[in-house]
């Protein structure tokens, strides 16, 4: 069981561009989570997605940005027309029913 | 004021002592978590606690939940416990909320 998997590690985009982050739970987690975690802060709640809904969007910006989670693949959180706000790291962590949560390494997005 | 508060927010200690970072939270909860951070580095889940106590090697969880507190000991301290530790607490199944982190320092 490889664990969460977060792709790309880093991802460096210029103002305006889209960034696609990718987040492939384990075998078995039923729901994601995104968190961001900007420069010199903690952790942030963006979104819980199970299977094709989204359940809680209350931390996510109300533009540029929106989350899915398919039937198949990996859950994408995508960032519209990036400004240098976005600059953070970016979380996901899978789980299922009441276990604990397994976190990927997260991706490093840079706007420059 | 936050929903879960964690003290102190940066500590440095000498290798080999014993460490505590301690969390309080003011929201009902059904689960509270543990997680490191090394500088640069993912997350990683330490313990989850919904009462009592939990012990991993040198780690030690314990949760009061009549007190909404909990803390995390360190025992034998090590140069390689030098990460951020965060305390996140369940509000149901739906969401963690993150105190602000513990930045701790094991000097050798």
């Known amino acids: 069981n490889a664990g969460v998997m977060q792709n790309p590690r880093h991802l460096v985009r210029r103002r305006g561009q889209e960034a696609r982050l990718r987040c492939s739970p384990m075998?078995?987690?039923?729901?994601v989570y995104w968190y961001r975690q900007l420069p010199e802060e903690g952790l942030k709640f963006m979104v819980y997605l199970q299977k094709e809904n989204i359940i809680d969007e209350s931390g996510m910006p109300k533009e540029r940005f929106s989350a899915e989670f398919p039937k198949e693949g990996p859950s994408i959180l995508r960032i519209q027309q990036v400004v240098r706000g976005d600059s953070a790291a970016y979380f996901c962590?899978?789980?299922?029913?009441?276990?604990?949560?397994?976190f990927g390494n997260g991706t490093r997005l840079t706007v420059t | 004021k936050n929903e879960v508060e964690q003290s102190p927010q940066n500590l440095t200690a000498q290798e080999g002592e014993f460490i505590t970072i301690n969390c309080s939270y003011s929201v009902g909860i059904s689960a509270l978590h543990w997680l490191q951070q090394h500088p640069g580095g993912g997350i990683v889940s330490l313990f989850m606690l919904s009462s009592g106590k939990k012990k991993h090697g040198r780690l030690i969880a314990t949760i009061n939940i009549q007190e909404k507190h909990s803390s995390l000991h360190i025992t034998a301290s090590h140069p390689r416990d030098s990460a951020v530790y965060t305390c996140?607490?369940?509000?149901?199944?739906?969401?963690?909320?993150f105190g602000q982190g513990t930045r701790l320092t094991i000097n050798p």
């Open positions: 996140a607490v369940n509000q149901g199944a739906q969401k963690l909320v």
């Open positions: 962590a899978g789980g299922q029913g009441n276990s604990p949560l397994h």
């Open positions: 075998k078995g987690h039923s729901h």
